[in-house]
């Protein structure tokens, strides 16, 4: 209940300061109505990009434990997740996965979540050595080094390069959070990291994640004519995907725009652009959602029904 309220309480703050902000600044936001349809067009398919490669990695780690799934239940899956990550708190969408492996697949929900949180693991790798490749660009091209940032970044890489490379035994008598989430991690990082081919397509996957986000900031910042370098999308685009991983509200709503506004200090941008930008990636993934979203999650509910009544009869 307190994690609730505590959800609630950002949630609404973070929405009433953007009525208040915009309200007062609304000519700020006219580049909003003179996105291209293309630039649309090219977010959309970036974003279903997105969202197959989520669904690729539940196949992939589903796949070390003999569970074979098929093209509709990984999609699905995908859709109905990331539409319950943005409409419910606390990432429901993990759970509805965890439940549908559980009740289809026989998949126990404490194994599920324990290998799901490897993806996370190497989420934060990555995009720690992508800000850090972003800063690195700016560098060369002159520009300053923001030191906060940077070392946010080289701790951030270095706590994903030390789970994955060192073994790391949480006892089993922490139940809550945080050691219970950091157990789970090194719990699930010790059980798919021998499968050496398994391995190698996540991080194939997470490339092409990352590839993807990339692009879509950059295509995000263009849309509305805001300049920004390569290195600064580069650390735009990691900034997002780490706070994404900051579940505290639907979508992270509000926790991403937060490191937005904040990176527009390092990379030269308005708080304006930093909504600009954000609302413009958001509108796009909200319209995809709520158009398959409700289908996908109307198709599981539909698979899990089923499951259950076989099991009675049986």
Request: overall charge positive; aromatic content about 12%; hydrophobic content about 55%.
């Amino acid at each position: 209940m307190v994690r609730k309220v505590i959800s609630l309480a950002v949630l609404a703050g973070f929405l009433l300061w953007v009525i208040w902000y915009v309200t007062g600044n609304i000519d700020k936001f006219a580049a909003i109505g003179e996105v291209a349809w293309s630039d649309v067009f090219v977010l959309t398919v970036v974003f279903l990009t997105i969202l197959i490669c989520n669904g690729m990695f539940i196949v992939v780690v589903a796949s070390a434990f003999q569970i074979r799934l098929e093209n509709v239940e990984w999609l699905s899956l995908s859709f109905a997740s990331s539409f319950a990550n943005y409409f419910l708190p606390f990432k429901g969408g993990t759970g509805l996965r965890a439940l549908y492996m559980s009740k289809i697949h026989g998949f126990p929900v404490t194994k599920f979540i324990s290998t799901l949180s490897v993806i996370y693991l190497m989420h934060i790798v990555v995009n720690g050595i992508l800000g850090l490749v972003g800063m690195g660009l700016i560098k060369l091209d002159g520009g300053p080094i923001n030191m906060t940032v940077f070392i946010f970044f080289v701790l951030v890489s270095l706590l994903g390069v030390v789970v994955i490379t060192i073994d790391i035994n949480v006892p089993a008598r922490y139940e809550r959070f945080p050691m219970a989430q950091l157990r789970r991690v090194f719990v699930g990082w010790k059980k798919v990291r021998h499968d050496r081919a398994l391995v190698g397509k996540l991080w194939l996957l997470m490339l092409v994640l990352t590839l993807a986000t990339i692009w879509q900031c950059k295509v995000a910042f263009e849309a509305v004519s805001i300049s920004i370098s390569s290195g600064g999308v580069l650390i735009y685009a990691a900034s997002k995907n780490l706070a994404m991983l900051v579940s505290l509200t639907p979508g992270s709503l509000g926790v991403v725009e937060v490191f937005s506004i904040y990176l527009g200090t390092v990379l030269d941008y308005s708080t304006s652009d930093a909504l600009l930008v954000q609302g413009l990636i958001r509108s796009v993934a909200i319209i995809v959602l709520l158009i398959f979203g409700p289908a996908a999650l109307l198709l599981l509910r539909r698979r899990i029904n089923s499951s259950e009544k076989i099991t009675r009869k049986g």
